[in-house]
């Protein structure tokens, strides 16, 4: 909701906007504390990697990128802010309580958006895992029975289209270009693929929340499908690894992630209350 003007600063006015109002699925309903525990997880995966991403900002490739990488990091942001204040409604706790006070236990992320930027191909392998799984994910839960995931998904699904042909198109560029390029985009495809399967596993909190949650096992073929047309047009492989333990979901994170944090919640912790 935008208030009248309240401030003029010779010829420009500034409106005075209550964050809250723009959030997807802001309706005043309450989450309860399964619903809450599951926008958690998908509040923690887009928060942390919009943290990464910003970290590419004037450090990026090309100018253009730069500018990429941002709005990438904004949209990611912004699911971020609905997800963890719809999941703040089952505890009176705010989405900046959630993002900046929490101790890296505490944080449900998956394993994969909490791998380190690396150089630009990694960034981009992660990126390209991210936004295939995440648009399954939002497209899924644009039918949930839940009305505020429902609101919250359909925006996001339209966005992370975006990321994910952002992050195809990086693909293709680096798998087709220099020697260098595709040797660096096959070794960073490499290092993700481990954290893939955390994605879609089940478990006794998603089968609680049947016909509101995604179930992440069914969003599986779909992403295979999607990832397998984007190699094959690569002349990319999937490796031989093994999947990892993960545990992100448990609170259990790599040491990254605590760096990660260290600089997201540095000015909230050290002035608790500060605006600006």
Request: no cysteine; aromatic share 8%.
């Given at each position: 909701?935008?208030?009248?003007?309240?401030?003029?600063?010779?010829?420009?006015?500034?409106?005075r906007v209550e964050l809250a109002a723009e959030l997807s699925g802001a309706d005043g309903r309450a989450s309860?504390?399964?619903?809450?525990?599951?926008?958690?997880?998908?509040?923690?995966?887009?928060?942390?990697?919009?943290?990464?991403?910003?970290?590419?900002?004037?450090?990026?490739?090309?100018?253009?990128?730069?500018?990429?990488?941002?709005?990438?990091?904004?949209?990611?942001?912004?699911?971020?802010?609905?997800?963890?204040?719809?999941?703040?409604?089952?505890?009176?706790?705010?989405?900046?309580?959630?993002?900046?006070?929490?101790?890296?236990?505490?944080?449900?992320?998956?394993?994969?958006?909490?791998?380190?930027?690396?150089?630009?191909?990694?960034?981009?392998?992660?990126?390209?895992?991210?936004?295939?799984?995440?648009?399954?994910?939002?497209?899924?839960?644009?039918?949930?029975?839940?009305?505020?995931?429902?609101?919250?998904?359909?925006?996001?699904?339209?966005?992370?289209?975006?990321?994910?042909?952002?992050?195809?198109?990086?693909?293709?560029?680096?798998?087709?270009?220099?020697?260098?390029?595709?040797?660096?985009?096959?070794?960073?495809?490499?290092?993700?693929?481990?954290?893939?399967?955390?994605?879609?596993?089940?478990?006794?909190?998603?089968?609680?929340?049947?016909?509101?949650?995604?179930?992440?096992?069914?969003?599986?073929?779909?992403?295979d499908a999607i990832i397998a047309v984007v190699f094959a047009e690569a002349e990319l492989e999937i490796p031989p690894v093994a999947p990892s333990a993960g545990g992100g979901r448990q609170g259990r994170h790599f040491?990254?992630?605590?760096?990660?944090?260290?600089?997201?919640?540095?000015?909230?912790?050290?002035?608790?209350?500060?605006?600006?």
């Amino acid at each position: 909701m935008t208030h009248p003007l309240e401030a003029r600063h010779g010829d420009v006015t500034v409106d005075r906007v209550e964050l809250a109002a723009e959030l997807s699925g802001a309706d005043g309903r309450a989450s309860t504390a399964d619903v809450a525990e599951y926008a958690l997880r998908l509040g923690d995966d887009a928060l942390i990697l919009a943290q990464q991403l910003g970290e590419w900002i004037a450090r990026a490739p090309e100018l253009e990128e730069d500018m990429a990488l941002a709005n990438i990091a904004l949209d990611l942001l912004g699911h971020a802010r609905s997800l963890l204040h719809y999941a703040g409604t089952f505890d009176g706790r705010s989405e900046d309580d959630l993002a900046y006070v929490r101790d890296e236990h505490e944080f449900r992320s998956a394993w994969l958006f909490e791998q380190p930027n690396g150089d630009f191909a990694q960034t981009v392998a992660r990126g390209l895992v991210a936004s295939t799984y995440q648009f399954e994910l939002y497209t899924a839960l644009a039918a949930s029975t839940d009305p505020t995931l429902r609101a919250i998904a359909a925006k996001a699904v339209k966005e992370v289209e975006y990321h994910r042909d952002h992050a195809v198109q990086w693909t293709l560029r680096l798998a087709g270009g220099t020697d260098e390029s595709r040797r660096r985009m096959i070794r960073a495809v490499v290092d993700m693929w481990p954290y893939v399967d955390e994605l879609f596993r089940d478990d006794d909190l998603t089968d609680r929340l049947e016909g509101v949650a995604a179930r992440p096992s069914t969003l599986r073929p779909r992403f295979d499908a999607i990832i397998a047309v984007v190699f094959a047009e690569a002349e990319l492989e999937i490796p031989p690894v093994a999947p990892s333990a993960g545990g992100g979901r448990q609170g259990r994170h790599f040491s990254h992630l605590g760096a990660v944090l260290a600089e997201m919640q540095v000015l909230a912790r050290q002035h608790p209350g500060v605006t600006w």
